[in-house]
Nanobody
Framework: QVHLVESGGGLVQAGGSLGLSCRAP????????MGWYREAPGKEREMVAV???????NYADFVKGRFTISRDNALNTVYLQMNSLKPEDTAVYYC??????????????WGQGTQVTVSS
């Protein structure tokens, strides 16, 4: 069982900023793709941002220019800096570690989720 520990989140006014962090076991952190996903009430979980072990990033269109994902391999931690937050960013945010077994086969590990609420 892989245990991802998330922190951060909370309540912020529209236009404000929040930061999330997620620490993974060192045994898996290196060499895996890390990401942040979110799930709003009544909606499916969706990708927010991912970062490969080499540092390449990919963002959902709805956060480009506002959110930044980064990772610190020495601390086995991935971060999500969220700026210019909007009410529609309100969701439970989940940390993800994706370990590829083959190019199209992988194992996913999830954090417990942290609530982000943006008030208008």
């Amino acid at each position: 069982q892989v245990h991802l520990v998330e922190s951060g989140g909370g309540l912020v006014q529209a236009g404000g900023s929040l930061g999330l962090s997620c620490r993974a076991p060192g045994s898996i952190f290196r060499g895996v793709e890390m990401g942040w996903y979110r799930e709003a009430p009544g909606k499916e979980r969706e990708m927010v941002a991912v970062i490969t072990s080499g540092g390449s990033t990919n963002y959902a269109d709805f956060v480009k220019g506002r959110f930044t994902i980064s990772r610190d391999n020495a601390l086995n931690t991935v971060y999500l800096q969220m700026n210019s937050l909007k009410p529609e960013d309100t969701a439970v945010y989940y940390c993800n570690a994706r370990k590829y077994i083959e190019p199209i086969v992988w194992d996913d590990y999830w954090g417990q989720g942290t609530q982000v609420t943006v008030s208008s």
